[in-house]
Every structure is written in C-alpha cells, then in structure tokens.
T-cell receptor, first 112, second 114 residues
Framework: QQKVQQSPESLIVPEGGMASLNCTSS?????YFWWYRQHSGKSPKMLM?????GEKEEGRFTVHLNKASLHTSLHIRDSQPSDSALYLC????????????FGLGTRVSVFP | GGIITQTPKFLIGQEGQKLTLKCQQN?????MYWYRQDSGKGLRLIYY???????QKGDLSEGYDASREKKSSFSLTVTSAQKNEMAVFLC?????????????FGAGTRLSVL
C-alpha cells in the first residue's frame, strides 16, 4: 500500500488557471513534506518544502500543511505551459538520513 | 553548486545479465541514494548510504547490490536483469543536516532489458 497518496492522478488546466494538488501520508511518524517537479525526460527538482502547520507561498506556488491529518496541498495560480510536469509529493521522518518516501505523482498539463 | 553524474545514460542488457550503474557527486554530501522510477510514476528507494562504506536497504532492495567505496561515488548493480524490464534509475544525494534536507538528483540511467 502506498504510504504517500496523491490525487488526482492527472489534471488538465487552462493557461492562467489554478491547479490544486493533494497529498496525504499514512505514516504517522512523518514530520516533513516536500513537493518535487519533474519535467518530461528530466530529473526531479525540489519545488517547495513545508515543515510546520500553515501556508507557505513562493511566487505562483502555495503549499498548505495540516500535520494533524498529515495532508499537504500544492496550488499553482496563473498556470503556465511550462508548469506542465509530474508533481511528486514526498514525506520524511525526523531522522537524518532515511530519505524520502514518494507518492506516485500528479501529472499536470497546462494548455494554451 | 554541484552536480551528480550518472553513467551510463542508457543501458541495454540481456535477460540474466549483471549490470552496474555508477553515480558521482561533487556536492561533498554525506548521504547518497538510489531510486527506481517506472513509467513516469513515483520513485521507490532501492538503497541508500549515510557515509562511505555504509549501506542501508530500501523498500526495493531485492535483486540489487550497492557499493559506496568513496564519499563521492555510489554504484548500483542489478544482479540478474529481468526480461522486458524498463525503468529509470535515479541517483540522489543530500547533506547530513537533520531531516530538512533537499535531495539533488542526477539525470538518470535508462535501463532496457531485451
């Protein structure tokens, strides 16, 4: 069973629209959440991280975290065709090197 | 900045063959990882290493061996390639500074088994 669940599997968004992605961990020991973005044929790159309850905004990207429900969401406003990619949610525990557990990803397609 | 170099970029093997993938990083990171990605899906951890000569198994370690003989390099061996197997193997590294550590990925090795 996937420990990090992402929804939806895929999302089609018009250019200029809002994309909303969800992620929940079933591992109650996780402390930190990450969002990575992977363009087609490229390696994943860290987009945003969030470690405490609340909201964090960087440009057009906003992440929310609710630690009680182990749920995080990523919102992309004013979506651009260059935002078309696979978005991977990942979670890690509070130890220094176990690495990240990734979800299966949400594929976002932004059409002009 | 730094870079993670994976070789080869493409690897074509035969069923039953032993295949080795290599990874080098110049970030001076302590921790290195091997992940497997199938068909544009999420990543599964095969092995990781928190320091030179250390090896830790991930969720997908069966069928693989790993080696970390130097801090800067981490290799992965597919012990017996499976027919029609196709996947991308991603190497990553991170610092040792607590759990708030970003993973940096290499460009990947694309494996196809005939």
């Amino acid at each position: 069973q996937q420990k990090v669940q992402q929804s939806p599997e895929s999302l089609i968004v018009p250019e200029g629209g809002m994309a909303s992605l969800n992620c929940t961990s079933s591992d109650r020991n996780v402390d930190y959440f990450w969002w990575y973005r992977q363009h087609s044929g490229k390696s994943p790159k860290m987009l945003m991280s969030i470690f405490s309850n609340g909201e964090k905004e960087e440009g057009r990207f906003t992440v929310h975290l609710n630690k009680a429900s182990l749920h995080t969401s990523l919102h992309i406003r004013d979506s651009q065709p260059s935002d078309s990619a696979l978005y991977l949610c990942a979670a890690s525990r509070n130890n220094y090197a176990q690495g990240l557990t990734f979800g299966l990803g949400t594929r976002v397609s932004v059409f002009p | 900045g730094g870079i993670i170099t994976q070789t080869p970029k493409f690897l074509i093997g035969q069923e039953g063959q032993k295949l080795t993938l290599k990874c080098q990083q110049n970030f001076n990171h302590d921790t290195m990882y091997w992940y497997r990605q199938d068909s544009g899906k999420g990543l599964r951890l095969i092995y990781y290493s928190i320091t030179e000569n250390d090896l830790q198994k991930g969720d997908l370690s069966e069928g693989y061996d790993a080696s970390r003989e130097k801090k800067s390099s981490f290799s992965l061996t597919v012990t017996s390639a499976q027919k029609n197997e196709m996947a991308v193997f991603l190497c990553a590294s991170s610092t040792r500074l607590g759990s708030q550590n970003t993973l940096y990925f290499g460009a990947g090795t694309r494996l196809s088994v005939l």
